[in-house]
C-alpha cells in the first residue's frame, strides 16, 4: 500500500507523536475492509478497543451494522461518541451479556515493545504488545467466546512479529477455529486479519 492508496490514513510510525487516542492507520484500514465485507446489515458487532471509532463508523455506515465500540481510555470514548459511535467505557468484554454480538472486531496492540520501551501512558496501552506482541491479543481470546452469538465470528488484527501460529494455537486451546482473511505486506512484517469462530 503507497500513500496514494489512503491519503489520509497515517502510518504507524506516526502514531507516537499521538498523545492520547490512537488514530486510523493502514492496520485499521485493512481490518475494516475485511470486516466492512463480512458483516451482513443490521447484525451487532462490538469494536473491542475502539479508539476514534473508525472501525465501528466504517461498520455502521458502510454495513449497516448496529455498531457499538468499548475502550478503556476515557478520552477515546469521547472521540468515539464524537464520530457518532455508541460506546462504553469499559475493559473489553467486561460490560457485555453473553451471546451479545455476531461480530466482534479487535486491532489489538500487536506489536512486541521491550520493557524499556515502554511509556506508561495511553499511546503505550494502544500501540505496545508486551514483549511478545500478545499482551491484548491473548486476553482478547480468552474472552471472545462468551461474548459471540451462535454463528458469530471474531475479527482479529496482528502481525508476523505477533506469532501468527502461536495466536491461533491459543485460539484453539480456547475452543476457537481460525483462518487468515486478510493480508498486507510491509517492510518487516505483514499484517493479517484473522477470523475465529467457535468450534
Not at 493502514?26 to 471509532?53: F, I, N, W
Not at 500501540?127 to 480468552?142: H, I, Q, T, Y
Amino acid at each position: 500500500m503507497t500513500d496514494d492508496d489512503s491519503p489520509d490514513i497515517p502510518q504507524l510510525a506516526e502514531q507516537r507523536d499521538i498523545e492520547t487516542v490512537y488514530q486510523p492507520a493502514e492496520d485499521s484500514k485493512l481490518l475494516a475492509d475485511a470486516v466492512v465485507e463480512a458483516v451482513d446489515p443490521d447484525q451487532r458487532a462490538l469494536d473491542v478497543g475502539t479508539g476514534s471509532g473508525y472501525i465501528a463508523t466504517r461498520l455502521r455506515n458502510e454495513a449497516d451494522a448496529d455498531a457499538v465500540g468499548v475502550d478503556l481510555n476515557p478520552e477515546a470514548c469521547e472521540q468515539a461518541f464524537e464520530a457518532d459511535v455508541p460506546v462504553v467505557r469499559g475493559n473489553m468484554f467486561s460490560p457485555f451479556c453473553d451471546d451479545a454480538f455476531d461480530v466482534v472486531v479487535c486491532n489489538p496492540p500487536y506489536l512486541p515493545t521491550p520493557p524499556e520501551q515502554e511509556w506508561d501512558d495511553w499511546m503505550e496501552r494502544a500501540l505496545s504488545g508486551g514483549e511478545d506482541g500478545r499482551a491484548m491479543v491473548n486476553p482478547f481470546l480468552d474472552g471472545v467466546g462468551r461474548v459471540l452469538a451462535e454463528g458469530g465470528a471474531a475479527y482479529l488484527l496482528i502481525s508476523t512479529l505477533t506469532g501468527p501460529e502461536e495466536v491461533r494455537a491459543y485460539g484453539r486451546e480456547r475452543g476457537l477455529d481460525s483462518e487468515i482473511v486478510s493480508e498486507e505486506s510491509h517492510p518487516f512484517e505483514k499484517l493479517l486479519v484473522v477470523r475465529f469462530v467457535r468450534d
